[in-house]
Each structure stands twice: as structure tokens, then as C-alpha cells.
């Protein structure tokens, strides 16, 4: 079994749409989650990140963290064809030098 | 400012040549990782580099070896490619010690180097 799970999609929706992409993971230890994104034949950036339990807002983007299910996701609200790439999940322990992904989401989002 | 560099983006290998990927970073950052990136697969961890001077295996090291020049670079090197080895290769890097959760201490990607070994 693999320490973080996310389904690959692909993930097709209409402008407008709200989005969920979501991951599992079996690490007790993981504190540290993070959402990159990922465009085609470019490298990972940032989308957000939290530490721990709780949710975090940015515009259109909300992370969410639930430990007690080791789940966590990514809404995306108002989507737009911009959005269309790969989301990547990641996650570490507290002083773990090791960041896990998970294989990516590959989101379209239809004009 | 640059960020992250590598060198080359594309390359084309016959099975049993030899190569180095570079990567080379202007951030001041103490952690420094090579991943290779594979359909389906994610990223996976090839080698780190917690600090200059020290090296350690990630998840998928058979094949590979690496050098922490100085702060600034980390190389890839393989000694022999193989088809399997067929892969978009990232270095990223970390900005503070792992330990440090203030702000946003996450990795910074490189562009990619695309390898294809025939």
C-alpha cells in the first residue's frame, strides 16, 4: 500500500464548476500537507499548504485536513480553464526530510 | 534571481551511456532533492541532500549516485542508463531546516530535464 493515495482522473468538469480533489494517506506522522500544481511539461508550484487539522482559504482555493480520517482536499471554486492541469498532494513529518506525493489529479476544466 | 536551475531539458541516451543531470540554486536553501516523475507513479524520491557535505537514499536510488558540490549545486549522475530510467527528472529544493515551521517551508521545483534512454 502506498503512503499517500490520489486518484489520477482524469477529472473533467464545465466552467463554474466547483472542484474536489482529494488523498488518503497511512502515515500517523504526516503534519505538514501541501497541494502543488502542475502544469503540462512544467515543474510543481505551490498552491497551498497547511500544518495539521483545519482548513485553509486563498480566493478560489480551499485546503482542508482531517487527521482523525487521514483525508485531506482541495476545493476549487468557480473553476476556470486556467485551472486545468495536474494537482499533486504532498505531505511530512514534523522534522521529516522526506516530502510524499501522491500520483496527481489531472483536472479540465471546459470553456 | 533564478530559483531553481537544471541543466540539461531534454536528453537522449543509448542504454549504457553514462550522464550527469545539474541543478543549481540561488535561494540560499540548506536541503536540496533529486525526484523523477513517471506516468501514474508521482513524484518519487531518487536522493537528498539535508546540508553541504551530506547525501542520502530516497525511494527509488538503484542506478543513481549524487553530489553536493557546494550549497549552491547537487548533481545526478548515472552511471549506466538503462530504458527503465526513461523519466522527467526534478530537483527541488528546502528552504530551512525541517524542524522550522514558520511560514511556508516547502520545496522549490525546478523545470524538469526530460531523459530518454533508447
Known amino acids: 500500500q502506498k503512503e499517500v493515495e490520489q486518484d489520477p482522473g482524469p477529472l473533467s468538469v464545465p466552467e463554474g464548476a466547483i472542484v474536489s480533489l482529494n488523498c488518503t494517506y497511512s502515515n500517523s506522522a504526516f503534519q505538514y500537507f501541501m497541494w502543488y500544481r502542475q502544469y503540462s511539461r512544467k515543474g510543481p508550484e505551490l498552491l497551498m499548504y497547511t500544518y495539521s487539522s483545519g482548513n485553509k482559504e486563498d480566493g478560489r482555493f480551499t485546503a482542508q485536513v482531517d487527521k482523525s480520517s487521514k483525508y485531506i482536499s482541495l476545493f476549487i471554486r468557480d473553476s476556470q480553464p486556467s485551472d486545468s492541469a495536474t494537482y499533486l498532494c504532498a505531505m511530512r513529518s514534523t522534522g521529516g526530510f522526506k516530502t510524499i506525493f501522491g500520483a496527481g489529479t489531472r483536472l479540465f476544466v471546459k470553456a | 534571481n533564478a530559483g531553481v536551475t537544471q541543466t540539461p531539458k531534454f536528453q537522449v541516451l543509448k542504454t549504457g551511456q553514462s550522464m550527469t543531470l545539474q541543478c543549481a540554486q540561488d535561494?540560499?536553501?540548506?536541503?536540496m532533492y533529486w525526484y523523477r516523475q513517471d506516468p501514474g507513479m508521482g513524484l518519487r524520491l531518487i536522493y537528498y541532500s539535508a546540508s553541504e557535505g551530506t547525501t542520502d537514499k530516497g525511494e527509488v536510488p538503484n542506478g543513481y549516485n549524487v553530489s553536493r558540490l557546494n550549497k549552491r549545486e547537487f548533481s545526478l549522475r548515472l552511471e549506466s542508463a538503462a530504458p527503465s530510467q526513461t523519466s522527467v527528472y526534478f530537483c527541488a529544493t528546502l528552504p530551512r531546516p525541517v524542524a522550522d515551521l514558520s511560514g511556508a517551508n516547502v520545496l522549490t521545483f525546478g523545470a524538469g530535464s526530460r531523459l530518454t534512454v533508447l
Open positions: 535561494m540560499n536553501h540548506n536541503s
